[in-house]
């Protein structure tokens, strides 16, 4: 079970942290990456990072804005979110798989848990 946390209603330019908490299962060997769907277009993945090696991806979207960075003792995965635009609207969700290859981290298929999502709205 993932369950998000962290969004709200944010001013361009602004920052907001989500949490992704993961309860009932062992995650150390899982990817956990980040997706976003915005009104009326579809889930695209933002970042993801590998657990037990804590390499990381990024959409070229977010690159250098976003963070995405893992406390494994608390079974927590977050997303750093600097400088946001308004294009950034959306219901993030996290999902939390074991991957092949950090490059399936953007691939909804590949994730077989996913949480229930948090809304980000950046408006003035």
């Known amino acids: 079970q993932l369950v998000e946390s962290g969004g709200g209603l944010v001013q361009p330019g602004g920052s907001l942290r989500l949490s992704c908490v993961a309860s009932r299962f062992n995650w150390d060997y899982y990817t956990v990456g980040w997706f976003r769907q915005a009104p009326g277009k579809e889930r695209e993945g933002v970042s993801c990072?590998?657990?037990?090696?804590?390499?990381?991806n990024y959409a070229d979207s977010v690159k250098g804005r976003f963070t995405i960075s893992k406390d494994n003792a608390k079974n927590t995965v977050y997303l750093q979110m600097n400088s946001l635009k308004p294009e950034d609207t959306a219901v993030y969700y996290c999902?939390?798989?074991?991957?092949?290859?950090?490059?399936?981290?953007?691939?909804?298929?590949?994730?077989?848990?996913w949480g229930q999502g948090t809304q980000v709205t950046v408006s003035s």
């Open positions: 999902a939390a798989d074991i991957l092949p290859s950090l490059s399936d981290g953007f691939e909804e298929g590949a994730f077989g848990s």
């Open positions: 990072i590998n657990l037990s090696d804590g390499s990381t």
